[in-house]
C-alpha cells in the first residue's frame, strides 16, 4: 500500500485565495482525520470522519474552512478566503476501527499564505 | 506583539547511548497508546504501541514502559543513533472519546 497520499506538498497563495487540499486513505481504513500542525499550537485535529461522515468538527477554526469526504477513498479541505494566520502543516490520517493500531499519516501538505 | 512559539522538551544524547523519552499523560481511563516519531518535514510515524493491561512492551531497539499508578509512559532508544533524531509523540486512547490525544512531543537531537 502506497500510504496516506496528500497533495499538494507545498502549495503557496495569496490572502484571499481558496485553497484546496486532498487526501487519499489507505484502502479499508474507514476513519480520516484532518490534523494541522504549527510552533505556535503543536497538533491540532481539525475534524474526523468515520465511514465518510463528519463526526467530530468542533477543532475547525471559523467558517472558512470546510472539509468533505465524499467516497471511501477522497477527501478535502478548502480554506476559503485563505488568511496568513493559516499558514501551517495540514496533516491527513486514516485508520481502522478508531485508532486500534494507531494512525497512519500522510506527508502532510505545507501551506504558506503571502 | 512578537509570537511565542511551542517549546518542546528537548534530549540532546551522543550517539550510541540509549535514549529515555518521557510522557505523562492526562486520562487514569486512558487504555491504549501509542508513540509516534516525527522527522522532519515528514508526518508523524507510528512507532510502537502498548495496552493498559501491559506495563512493557518490546520492538526493535525500542521499548515502551507503562506505570498506571503515576500515568507515565516512556519510551527508551537503545544505541541511540543519528537517524534517531526527530520529534516523539505519545498519544492515548481514552474510552468514549473519538479520536486519539496526542502530546507536545520531545524532541531528540543525537550528535555523532
Known amino acids: 500500500d502506497a500510504g496516506v497520499i496528500q497533495s499538494p506538498r507545498h502549495e503557496v497563495t495569496e490572502m484571499g485565495q481558496e485553497v484546496t487540499l486532498r487526501c487519499k486513505p489507505i484502502?479499508?481504513?474507514?476513519?480520516l482525520f484532518w490534523y494541522r500542525q504549527t510552533m505556535m499550537r503543536g497538533l491540532e485535529l481539525l475534524i474526523y470522519f468515520n465511514n465518510n461522515v463528519p463526526i467530530d468538527d468542533s477543532g475547525m477554526p471559523e467558517d472558512r474552512f470546510s472539509a468533505k469526504m465524499p467516497n471511501a477513498s477522497f477527501s478535502t479541505l478548502k480554506i476559503q478566503p485563505s488568511e496568513p494566520r493559516d499558514s501551517a502543516v495540514y496533516f491527513c490520517?486514516?485508520?481502522?476501527?478508531?485508532?486500534?493500531?494507531?494512525?497512519?499519516f500522510g506527508s502532510g501538505t505545507r501551506l504558506t499564505v503571502v | 506583539g512578537e509570537s511565542v512559539g511551542l517549546h518542546l522538551p528537548t534530549l540532546s544524547v551522543q550517539e550510541g547511548d540509549n535514549s529515555i523519552i518521557n510522557c505523562a499523560y492526562s486520562?487514569?481511563?486512558?487504555?491504549?497508546f501509542i508513540w509516534y516519531k516525527q522527522e522532519s518535514g515528514k508526518g508523524p510515524q507510528f512507532i510502537i504501541d502498548i495496552r493498559s493491561n501491559m506495563d512493557k512492551r518490546q520492538g526493535q531497539r525500542v521499548t515502551v514502559l507503562l506505570n498506571k499508578t503515576v500515568k507515565h509512559l516512556s519510551l527508551q532508544i537503545a544505541a541511540t543513533q543519528p537517524g534517531d533524531s526527530a520529534v516523539y509523540f505519545c498519544?492515548?486512547?481514552?474510552?468514549?472519546?473519538?479520536?486519539?490525544?496526542f502530546g507536545k512531543g520531545t524532541m531528540l537531537l543525537v550528535s555523532p
Open positions: 498519544a492515548e486512547n481514552v474510552p468514549g472519546y473519538s479520536t486519539l490525544t
Open positions: 490520517a486514516s485508520s481502522f476501527r478508531r485508532g486500534v493500531g494507531g494512525y497512519t
Open positions: 486520562n487514569s481511563a486512558s487504555d491504549y
Open positions: 484502502s479499508g481504513h474507514n476513519s
